[in-house]
């Protein structure tokens, strides 16, 4: 059961302390939205833990408000107060703790912050009020109003008369009280949680004037074209439309009106960084979206009206685009048709509609945009261009209309010149990635991995690490940036997890793969999983084969939803989620992909990878090194077949040696 918790969580947080208290509520919750409200598995452990906790915190505490230490720590440790007619000063400052630290709350797993529009507000509030304060010399400037204390984290560091010439804070700077999603000022001013609509609307009408944007919608021309070059240009700004491409993710803005959209990536949108425009249709929203409402059939270039979805988020999204001032927009994926193979959707399919009814309301969308075609004046229409081939509907008669293999040239051509220092962008499938490898005790399986990574036809920078946790230190000859964690592990003990924990901690990259020490990979596997980590946040490939050398057996298995951890990728937006499957979990793998919400792809086929079990050394933990439901192959037939004779006659040395070690288990299993 999940259970949404609001103000009456809140004020039992007042009774733990701050920092203890968002600590433990990070470490149960399943999603922290920008509201400051959690969802909590209450049938998880961890959550029985911190209930019992509280629960004797709640008896034990009861103590009295002290008046003359009116700080910010001590609202938040004080109790339940019985007669709160006894201490008249407690209650505000109690409510402005309890405000406080739904602000941490809402920081969230991955230090979210709040659209860079209210950013700029708040930091123009602050600077010009009279309850600014500093200290420690002017390094540091506090509201005196809030109730929050003098402490780093409460810092605004904006400019105050106290230091005039200290620079304004940067949005993408270091994390400051002004960066939190949900921020209430006890002075009601500009900027802050939560400001009515129609302001948030008022602060965004015009933001972008003499900018473009780059409007991304899902069908499968997007993936034909290097939409990465775009964002080289210093004045160009990306919208998603429904399923984010994860190339140029995440993107400034995002229109979805669909419920299922919220359900399907609702983990992406919690911690989605940009600002998010929706209609009333999307029932679980998140707190600081901007809700449009609908308006009768019509281009609205009034949002405070409303704005017509007519069949299509597309259309509401240039509604939005148009509102926020951009003074040309490009449209990429809004094929309204199939491509060459049949897909409607880069991915796919869609599984809300079948194409069959998505191929029928096609002819309503075109019908929305022959109407704005005809009916919207020059200048407006003027801004839209469409860049498809796939897309031959009518209505784009009335639109400037291009190929989308040639639009990127088209409009790098045309925008170039206001941008005369573009950004460095990785070119398709060359994004730089991770390798995690977990390894010790197994030197010859992990120069057979060696040997793989050396091979692979991937040629973008690589940073590899290897946690080695064996008294005797595996060779390493690849430069690989090696942990060495201890205790060093022990026959019997399952060190996974810390190992895989050391290792998050290392990341440097974006795009991260599981590479096993002992299993086999194809020279182009590199390659095509950083490909699709361009699109998608986790990615792996079904129907594993693994094949146990020692025994001379085989099993594909039939897992169609979930890949093995072994050929698992995934983007550094999933390293929370990671880092709590891996704690709760000992096969994490399957449970990390069925943690719902998540953008995710599996594939079938492309055979980009072989579960090697039964090499000498430290044995394994999964059910394959048990070879449990395997077929026998003593010719070593199907290792052949899947990765080659001359592959498989690498694997031939170890049949015997390992029958060997096999008359005694407790060595083996060691």
């Known amino acids: 059961m999940v259970e949404t918790f609001d103000q009456k969580i809140m004020n039992l947080v007042v009774r733990r302390g701050p920092t203890a208290a968002v600590d433990e509520l990070r470490s149960i919750a399943k999603i922290i939205h920008h509201d400051g409200s959690i969802d909590i598995d209450t049938e998880s452990p961890e959550w029985f833990r911190w209930t019992r906790k509280w629960r004797k915190a ?28 006894e201490l008249p000063s407690a209650p505000g400052l109690i409510a402005r703790s309890i405000n406080f630290t739904r602000a941490m709350l809402s920081r969230g797993l991955s230090d979210r912050r709040v659209d860079e529009h209210i950013f700029a507000s708040r930091v123009k509030s602050c600077s010009g009020c009279k309850n600014l304060a500093y200290s420690d010399g002017g390094k540091y400037h506090y509201c005196n ?16 008369k106290s230091n005039p010439g200290r620079p304004v804070v940067e949005y993408d700077g270091p994390y400051t009280k002004l960066h939190y999603p949900y921020l209430k000022c006890p002075l009601d001013r500009s900027g802050f949680h939560v400001p009515k609509i129609a302001d948030r609307l008022d602060m965004l009408h015009g933001a972008e004037s003499g900018r473009i944007l780059v409007l991304v919608a899902n069908g499968p021309s997007r993936d034909e074209v290097e939409l990465e070059r775009l964002a080289a240009l210093d004045n160009a700004d990306f919208m998603s439309i429904n399923t984010p491409d994860m190339r140029v993710w995440p993107t400034k803005y995002w229109c979805f009106v669909d419920q299922s959209q919220a359900k399907d990536l609702a983990r992406l949108i919690s911690v989605y960084p940009g600002t998010i425009f929706n209609t009333a249709s999307v029932k679980s929203r998140r707190a600081d979206a901007i809700l449009v409402k609908s308006a009768t059939k019509m281009f609205s270039t009034n949002l405070h009206r409303g704005a017509h979805v007519g ?3 597309t259309f509401f ?8 001032g951009y003074d040309h927009v490009y ?39 022959e109407w704005a075609g005809q009916n919207l004046p020059e200048p407006i229409r003027s801004r839209f261009t469409f860049c498809s081939s796939y897309n031959i509907w009518p209505f784009q008669r009335h639109f400037e209309h291009v190929q989308h293999e040639t639009a990127i040239d088209l409009i790098v051509g045309r925008h170039h010149d206001s ?11 060359r994004s730089p990635l991770t390798l995690i490898t977990p390894t010790g005790g197994r030197p010859e399986a992990f120069a057979l991995c060696e040997r793989y990574m050396r091979r692979q036809t991937y040629r973008g920078d690589i940073q590899w690490i290897v946690v080695d946790d064996c008294e005797t230190p595996t060779e390493t000859t690849m430069g690989q940036d090696v942990i060495r964690p201890t205790p060093f592990w022990r026959c019997g003990d399952n060190t996974q997890a810390r190992n895989m924990l ?31 980590l361009d699109r998608f946040e986790l990615v792996g490939e079904g129907r594993a084969r693994y094949y146990n050398v020692a025994l001379r057996c085989w099993r594909q298995w039939a897992n169609t939803s979930h890949a093995s951890a072994c050929q698992t990728g995934f983007r ?8 709590k499957t891996v704690q709760a979990y000992r096969l994490f793998d399957v449970h990390l992909w069925t943690t719902p919400g998540l953008f995710k792809h599996i594939f079938h086929g492309m055979n980009l990878a072989v579960g090697i079990k039964g090499m000498p050394g430290r044995h394994g933990i999964g059910v394959g090194h048990i070879a449990s439901g395997f077929t026998s192959d003593p010719e070593f037939a199907v290792l052949s077949r899947w990765i080659g004779s001359t592959e498989a006659s690498v694997y031939g040395i170890y049949y015997a040696a390992n029958r060997l070690v096999e008359m005694n288990a407790e060595t083996y299993r060691a």
């Open 502 to 532: 050391a290792a998050l901690d290392r990341v440097g990259h974006d795009r991260i793969l599981i590479i096993e020490d002992d299993d086999w990979y194809h020279p182009d596997y590199l390659r095509v999983y950083a490909e699709m």
């Open 58 to 85: 709640e008896i034990s505490r009861k103590s009295k408000w002290d008046s003359s230490k009116p700080s910010f720590e001590l609202a938040m440790v004080a109790t339940a107060i019985e007669n709160d007619a």
């Open 572 to 579: 550094s937006s999933l390293i929370p989620v990671v880092r």
């Open 145 to 160: 109003a809030c109730g929050c204390g003098q402490q780093l984290l409460a810092a605004l560091d904006v400019p105050g």
């Open 331 to 369: 449209l990429f994926g809004v094929d309204m048709a199939s491509d060459k193979s049949g897909k409607l959707y880069s991915w796919g399919s869609n599984p809300h509609v079948k194409d069959a009814e998505r191929i029928k309301r096609f002819q309503t969308e075109n019908e929305t945009f």
């Open 317 to 324: 999204a240039m509604q939005i685009a148009y509102w926020l």
């Open 311 to 313: 069949r299509t988020t």
């Open 419 to 429: 941008s005369p220092q573009p950004r460095p962008v990785a070119k398709k499938g």
